[in-house]
């Protein structure tokens, strides 16, 4: 620009009205110094007055930029124009000119509940506005990501009203990606991996990959107005009625219920389904209808949003249920006949039945399960039994009466008499639900499986292994691992105990349950990859376990060694397995159970494997039967779940 060419005259003739003439003749003589350095004061100002023009008309795509903060954040920006797509009881969306830039989203969430500005806008209408761009956390949690939005609207001028509105529909004009969720979860376990929380997605602030990564895909359609045709439904409600959901697009892991398990990608690191998104509540008042694994919804429109640490599509009105899948829950298939060929053949069940006390209502249901679904196998791993008086923080510990209950339970419908086998926590050392003390325990039918004679270990007596070569041996039986080690601080002993059939054939087994998951951070969060918690003590547990089972093989490599329980984590999550993982076998995999379904539990939009059992070579050498059972994950409605895990049956053989 010079101060003699048209712009920077115009420039000039508004800021010095009729002196301008004289001011041009002024500056075009370029001999004299006054002129040169009045052109170049001239045009100094009228450069800044023409870029302040430019900012004041800024576009919704300039305000979203292709990275995850708002280039302009903080500034206030003027004739902001748009097509308004939602009204919320606290501002409103609106719809700008399509970015060629797919990083870059055209649509942009007004906050404001000045009821003038909110009751002067439709849907519908074209507005012209300003305002201030601002990055806004729903609360001060340092783990939710940001949302841009435009705050203190002002000069809101409708242009016109009853324009059309067309969403971007997902799985036509845009499709998520499937395996990552955010390019900083580096590491061989990808979003499982260690070190977690080791860089934060708001302090790096990257450009957006949308084409490879879940996060950056919504982010990229942070505001706009999207359809989800057929979407499929997840998983259950949670407390706000919100579900997540896939529409009809490209996805990876689908089982056969029409979950999304959570899987390894083709390329070995884990698939963390970033290609689901959560249904929030209708912006119309409309409550969502009850989903459940599976389902099929009609098609939703609604806005994408962020809150509370995960993304949204807030639909404009309420889904309904087109179908649901099946109710009936198949029974095992695993049953131990008993027969003279079956004299090796040994069948077990491991279920955690979610905080069992002698009064709990799903007691019953429980040991229906036992006996119809896993039909009575020979021993049942449980977890989660909790002490004689249930929750009441009265000090009892023990839970003969727990255990008696629910055997009597099975008997009385099966004639089934199960024996069983546990030891008793120290009172409120082992976590879970304050006062209830809950544990492991085996039970046994006792004409197949009698315990070793031994001793029963107390609270704090660790097990040992003895014995001679090629024949091992336990000092108290059953017993509890490292009970006094700071490895198990808050949270459950695993249960060991040491079995002989009635042909003399003999079996270890540990019964676990490891620190909850409690504490983590979400997936869709600052923190990357998510915090994962408490990782160190569950990787230390698994260290634990795997030290007792190494003590036995290295006294007898062909023992018969089986652990199973509530592991609160994937196998995925390499680097806690790894140890346990390198002399025993997931028997998921000895058995082939296709990897997309092996799943025991649903957690936000994963079906997922938290319930494990591996075994030791020597009956991974014989013929090895597994069988989810997915009476809770499948329930028909959440409140008819008995527990947040499905139980499991297999079917062994020790000789
Ligand atoms: C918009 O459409 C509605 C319904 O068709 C009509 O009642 C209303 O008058 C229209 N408004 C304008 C400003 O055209
Ligand atoms: C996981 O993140 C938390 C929170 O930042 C941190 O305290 C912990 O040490 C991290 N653990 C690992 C194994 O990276
Ligand atoms: C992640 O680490 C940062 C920095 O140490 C910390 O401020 C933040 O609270 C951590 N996030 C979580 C979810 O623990
Ligand atoms: C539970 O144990 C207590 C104490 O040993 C005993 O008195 C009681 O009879 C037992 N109850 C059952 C149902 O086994
Ligand atoms: C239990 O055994 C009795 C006597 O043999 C028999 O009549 C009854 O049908 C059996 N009940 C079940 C549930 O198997
Ligand atoms: C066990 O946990 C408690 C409560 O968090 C803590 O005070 C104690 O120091 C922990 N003990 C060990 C050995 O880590
Ligand atoms: C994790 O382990 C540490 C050290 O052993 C212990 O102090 C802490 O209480 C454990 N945390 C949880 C949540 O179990
Ligand atoms: C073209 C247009 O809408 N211009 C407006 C831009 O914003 C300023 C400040 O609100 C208005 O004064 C202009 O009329």
């Given amino acids: 620009m010079s101060a003699t060419d048209p712009e920077t005259l115009a420039c000039a003739q508004s800021v010095l009205g009729d002196g301008v003439a004289r001011l041009s003749s002024y500056t075009s003589d370029s001999t004299s110094v006054i002129g040169v350095v009045m052109a170049k004061l001239l045009s100094l100002f009228c450069l800044t007055a023409v870029s302040l023009s430019a900012v004041s008309s800024t576009t919704i795509a300039e305000i979203q930029g292709s990275t995850w903060h708002s280039p302009l954040t903080g500034q206030t920006v003027h004739n902001v124009t748009g097509t308004v797509t939602a009204k919320t009881t606290s501002g409103f969306y609106i719809v700008g000119e399509k970015s060629d830039d797919v990083r870059v989203s055209n649509g942009l969430y007004i906050f404001t509940s000045a009821a003038t500005v909110l009751n002067a806008v439709a849907v519908g209408d074209a507005i012209s506005l300003s305002g201030k761009v601002a990055e806004f956390r729903s609360n001060s949690n340092p783990n939710y990501l940001f949302l841009t939005e435009l705050t203190s609207p002002t000069n809101v001028v409708r242009l016109s009203s009853n324009n059309t509105i067309t969403p971007v ?10 395996q990552y969720l955010s390019s900083l979860d580096t590491g061989a376990d990808g979003f499982l991996s260690v070190p977690n929380n080791s860089t934060r997605i708001e302090e790096v602030n990257a450009n957006l990959q949308p084409e490879k990564y879940g996060l950056d895909f919504w982010e990229s359609l942070e505001g706009q107005l999207v359809t989800i045709p057929k979407p499929t439904a997840l998983g259950f409600q949670n407390n706000y009625g919100e579900f997540w959901v896939h529409g009809d697009w490209a996805v990876t892991g689908k089982n056969k219920r029409g979950g999304l398990t959570l899987n390894f990608g083709p390329d070995g690191v884990p698939d963390g389904n970033p290609e689901a998104v959560m249904l929030g509540s209708p912006l119309d008042g409309t409550k969502n209808p009850l989903p459940a694994l599976g389902a099929q919804l009609s098609d939703v429109t609604g806005v994408v949003t962020y809150s509370f640490g995960y993304y949204y599509v807030l639909p404009l009105t309420a889904p309904t249920v087109v179908s649901r899948p099946d109710s009936t829950i198949p029974s095992t298939t695993l049953v131990n006949k008993h027969g003279l060929l079956d004299l090796c053949t040994i069948t077990f069940g491991d279920y955690n039945v979610e905080n069992l006390a002698p009064t709990s209502a799903h007691l019953p249901t429980v040991a229906n399960h036992i006996v119809t679904l896993l039909k009575t196998p020979d021993f049942l791993f449980l977890q989660e039994i909790q002490d004689n008086s249930g929750p009441t923080n009265d000090g009892t510990v023990s839970a003969n ?19 069983w086998a546990s030891v008793d926590p120290v009172d409120g050392q082992d976590g879970g639900q304050p006062g209830g003390n809950i544990r492991t325990a085996f039970l046994y039918r006792p004409e197949v499986l009698k315990l070793v004679k031994g001793t029963a270990g107390g609270s704090l007596d660790p097990v040992k292994v003895e014995g001679r070569l090629g024949h091992a041996k336990l000092n108290l039986n059953p017993a509890r691992i490292e009970p006094t080690s700071g490895t198990w601080n808050e949270t459950r002993k695993p249960l060991v105990a040491h079995w002989q059939t009635k042909l003399g054939f003999e079996l270890f087994t540990v019964n676990v349950h490891l620190s909850s998951k409690g504490g983590s951070s979400s997936t869709q969060g600052d923190a990357r990859p998510p915090v994962n918690s408490p990782i160190e003590n569950r990787t230390k547990q ?36 790894q140890p346990l993982t390198s002399l025993m076998t997931d028997i998921d995999e000895a058995a082939k159970i296709p990897e997309y379904e092996r799943y025991s539990y649903v957690f936000d939009q994963n079906s997922q494997q938290l319930d494990h059992v591996l075994i030791s070579p020597a009956i991974k050498k014989r013929k090895v039967e597994f069988e989810h059972i997915h009476v809770n994950t499948w329930s028909p409605t959440l409140s008819a779940r008995i527990s947040d895990h499905d139980p499991s049956v297999g079917r062994i053989r020790v000789c």
């Avoid at 529909?169 to 499937?178: E, F, H, I, Q």
């Fill in 542 to 577: 698994v260290g634990s376990v795997t030290g007792f089972i190494k003590a036995v093989l290295d006294v007898d490599r062909n023992a018969n060694i089986v652990v199973a329980g509530d592991f609160n984590e994937y196998i995925q999550t390499r680097s806690v397995y």
């Fill in 401 to 419: 009466v727990t255990l008696a209950t629910l055997i009597k339970a099975i008997a009385d419908i099966s004639n089934v008499t199960y024996s």
């Fill in 169 to 178: 529909v997902l799985g036509k004009d845009r499709s998520p990606p499937t």
